[in-house]
């Protein structure tokens, strides 16, 4: 018996001090890296630079002294025209559409033809679009394209340009957003694409930690005034599209309503980008970059981190005690 609870004593001990080994070596690991803030001998892609939030980032990392290849899907159109305005020769504009496998392969080619000599450091996969409906009102294409994009898009770029990342220990940084994990009406299609987008992301990053490899997630509340990604439709665009069926079971009224709704809660949104556009560069930049970056109001905060860990039925309950959800039960199939 004694012999046992010796043994059992030794197992704890070297139990601790292996604990406490593993401690040390990650503050050892957390001192000697350094943030990469002076940008010099670097490289970084962004993808979707024509507006928003990858416009100003390019904007941000090419005065810290990054090589920025600024992937645009369109590089005559007034965005990629006012980057080269704004920036040094150090910023290239890229021919990018992230659908586009000779696009993609094209834009490799030109990255590793104009390399610096500490290679490409990051990736950000910022390239998305948006648009907003119930899953009644959409069609199967109106999925896909947003797969094709948000999804899609990213999966295809990460793949062509791993292996430049990889050789550099550098960065793949993802632009999600709540609606990955936070369920509501009119905002389907855009949850499939940004959960699909989130789950390759933890996927790489595990695989990534073998090759020092950081993956990072950005994930933006409502920042609508902020960018252009937000599709805005009037009523009749919406109701225009419905079959008969759907207009008897929704009617217009319900859909203005909706219309209404949606347009109020993008106002009620970030009006400036900064909050994000900080989130990139310390993901870019830092020495111990974030995994998650979740960018909501202070006041939004504690429930957002919270709703990933709440039962299915507490956070449908919760929902549902939106004005919107007791309207629109009251107003289908009303004529």
Known sequence: MHAICFVGQIIGIISIFAALLFVIAKLISFHCRSPVEDGYGYAVLITGCDSGFGHQLALCLDQKGFVVFAG??????????????????????????????????QAKRMVQNNLPAKGLWAVVN???????????????????NMVDINLFGCIRTSIAFLPLVRAA??????VSSIFAFFNCLNMGAYSVSKRGLEAFADCLRVEMA?????VSIIQPGNFGQATSILKMKSTSDIWEK??????RVFNRQYIELANEYFIMSCKSGFKGAEMVISAMLHAVTAAQPKTRYLLVSAMDRFFFQLIPFFPTAVTDAVLSLSSMYAKRKEMLYSK
Do not use: H
């Open 242 to 247: 419905l079959d008969d069926e759907s207009k």
């Open 210 to 214: 073998s090759f020092g490899v950081k």
């Open 169 to 174: 220990k550098g960065r793949m940084v993802y």
């Open 72 to 105: 645009c899907l369109s590089p005559e159109g007034a965005g990629a025209q006012s980057l080269m305005r704004r920036s040094s020769s150090n910023l290239k504009i890229l021919k990018l559409d992230v659908t586009s496998d000779e696009d993609v392969q």
């Open 126 to 144: 910022n390239a998305g679009i948006s648009d907003w409906g119930e899953i009644e009102w959409s069609t199967f294409n109106d999925f896909r």
